[in-house]
């Protein structure tokens, strides 16, 4: 380039050389920080197909309903899932939540909280209900 420009008036190159290198720059690194936002925001990995897995869990024997999941990952390597079901009988609770388990480990989660509701209505009841949280309505001593 320092040649070109050393030897003749034609000076466009270099700005149109600096713009080729900043659109290389940010086509390798938006896709990195659109990943990186993701995790962030505690989106759903990806690869990992939700409505699949839950549609999985359903068909476990046990299992009445899937109340909540929750797949995320903290870092991008590990993922982490939240899973609140109901079941028809509760003396096969560790069987079914054992089956639970190595369905998501088999769809790449490694850390799984397993919760057993005893109904729909069960699991509103400890849900968060963030209009009792008091912090969030301002400053207060």
Same mark, same amino acid.
């Given at each position: ?6 030897? #003749?008036? @034609? ?8 713009? /080729? ?5 940010? *086509?390798?690194?938006?896709? &990195?920080? @659109? *990943? ?9 990995? $990806?690869?990992?197909?939700? $409505? ?13 309903? /899937?109340?909540?999941?929750?797949? @995320?990952?903290?870092?991008?390597? $590990? ?10 009988? @509760?003396?096969?609770?560790?069987? #079914?939540?054992?089956? /639970? ?5 088999? &769809?790449?989660?490694?850390?799984? #909280?397993?919760?057993?509701? *005893? *109904? ?7 849900? &968060? ?13």
């Amino acid at each position: 380039m320092a040649i070109i420009l050393r030897f #003749t008036d @034609w000076y466009i190159p270099d700005p149109l050389l600096s713009l /080729v290198i900043s659109i290389f720059i940010l *086509s390798k690194a938006i896709p &990195r920080f @659109w *990943s990186a936002l993701k995790i962030f925001l505690d989106a759903v990995p $990806e690869g990992v197909e939700l $409505e699949k897995i839950e549609q999985e869990l359903l068909s476990v024997e046990n299992v009445v309903s /899937v109340n909540q999941l929750s797949i @995320w990952s903290m870092d991008g390597l $590990e993922n982490n899932a939240i899973v609140h079901i109901c079941i028809k009988d @509760w003396e096969q609770m560790m069987e #079914t939540k054992e089956v /639970v388990r190595q369905c998501l480990e088999e &769809r790449g989660v490694q850390n799984i #909280t397993i919760e057993v509701d *005893s *109904s729909q209505s069960n699991h509103a009841q400890h849900k &968060r209900n963030l209009k009792n949280i008091k912090f969030l309505s301002g400053h207060h001593h």
